[in-house]
């Protein structure tokens, strides 16, 4: 129970990382300058992982947009 509740706070924490990282990238840049390269480095997360939890730029850009958590930006 105790290791998968790590588990469970590990990968919010790097969707919180990847969702922190896009804001800025967004704010910085518009949609299309932007790439997901940009928040793989910011984010310290590999690409793959933000595939794993965002399908594409374009829905990490909506969810990004959308999440009430994180200040909107220039988006």
Do not use: W
């Not at 804001?23 to 300058?33: I, R």
């Not at 997901?36 to 690409?47: A, D, F, M, T, W």
């Amino acid at each position: 129970m105790v290791q998968e509740r790590c588990q469970v706070m590990v990968l919010h924490d790097k969707k919180r990382k990847i969702m922190e990282a896009a804001k800025q990238v967004f704010a910085e840049k518009s949609y299309f300058e932007a790439t997901l390269e940009n928040i793989s480095q910011i984010s310290g997360v590999k690409k793959s992982t933000i595939y794993y939890y965002f399908g594409s730029k374009l829905d990490l850009m909506i969810t990004a947009r959308t999440d009430d958590r994180f200040p909107t930006g220039r988006l």
